[in-house]
Nanobody
Framework: QVQLVESGGGLVQAGDSLRLSCAAS????????MGWFRQAPGKEREFVAR???????NYADSVKGRFTISRDNMKNTVSLQMNNLKPEDTAVYYC?????????????????WGQGTQVTVSS
């Protein structure tokens, strides 16, 4: 399995931007579909964005047009650029490896999760 470590979270104001990074180790991510999920207090973890090994992307409707997922296979990293942040984006954000998409996207049983990074958006 690949090990994942997120970074880049923090406290920002509504309308600001943040860039989350996910560093992978143990295996190359080049053949994996990678993604981001988030979990707000009292809510279930939800899909945010996914990028396939070929570079195709999927986004949750709530973040389309504001968030951009990207990958750098040479550096073994995945990033999430978040623009025009809203208070409802406040959550712990998790990087994940080995996603599948059918309707929505989910992490396969053979996949991996990072430990999460907190994003807080104040109004």
């Amino acid at each position: 399995q690949v090990q994942l470590v997120e970074s880049g979270g923090g406290l920002v104001q509504a309308g600001d931007s943040l860039r989350l990074s996910c560093a992978a180790s143990g295996r190359t991510i080049s053949s994996y579909s990678m993604g981001w999920f988030r979990q707000a207090p009292g809510k279930e973890r939800e899909f945010v964005a996914r990028i396939s090994f070929a570079g195709n992307t999927n986004y949750a409707d709530s973040v389309k047009g504001r968030f951009t997922i990207s990958r750098d296979n040479m550096k073994n990293t995945v990033s999430l650029q978040m623009n025009n942040l809203k208070p409802e984006d406040t959550a712990v954000y998790y990087c994940a490896a080995d996603l599948a998409c059918s309707g929505t996207c989910y992490v396969r049983s053979t996949g991996s999760w990072g430990q999460g990074t907190q994003v807080t958006v104040s109004s």
